[in-house]
């Protein structure tokens, strides 16, 4: 059973950082798999945040871009991602996800990913 948890989430003020981590578990060829963050804020609809493809470029939201930086442990099973200058519009649950191997399509859209954790809530708040 593959299991996806997310931490490191919690209440920062403006300009601040966080860095989440998500331990994956039950997840085989996690060293060749797509995995990726997306966030949900009240009221919106989900959005890819960074994707960590296999053998292939890296891919973030434009909103993240120059702030944001995704990383992975493969020894560890372990996908993070450092979230720098943080602004009031990054407040949202924020969730890590698994998809395909081996190439398969990592794009910053929910289709491509086929597990997800439960969540970890960041807020930005002065």
């Known amino acids: 059973q593959v299991q996806l948890t997310e931490s490191g989430g919690g209440l920062v003020e403006p300009g601040g950082s966080l860095r989440l981590s998500c331990s994956a578990s039950?997840?085989?060829?996690?060293?060749?798999?797509?995995m990726g963050w997306f966030r949900q804020a009240p009221g919106k609809e989900r959005e890819g945040v960074a994707t960590f493809p296999f053998a292939d470029k890296f891919a973030y939201a434009d909103s993240v871009k120059g702030r944001f930086t995704v990383s992975r442990d493969n020894d560890k099973n372990s996908l993070y991602l450092q979230m720098n200058s943080l602004n009031t519009d990054d407040t949202a649950v924020y969730y890590c996800?698994?998809?395909?191997?081996?190439?398969?399509?990592?794009?910053?859209?929910?289709?491509?990913?086929?597990?997800w954790g439960q969540g970890t809530q960041v807020t930005v708040s002065s």
């Open positions: 996800a698994a998809g395909g191997w081996n190439g398969a399509p990592c794009r910053l859209t929910s289709g491509d990913f086929h597990y």
């Open positions: 039950g997840l085989t060829t996690f060293d060749r798999r797509c």
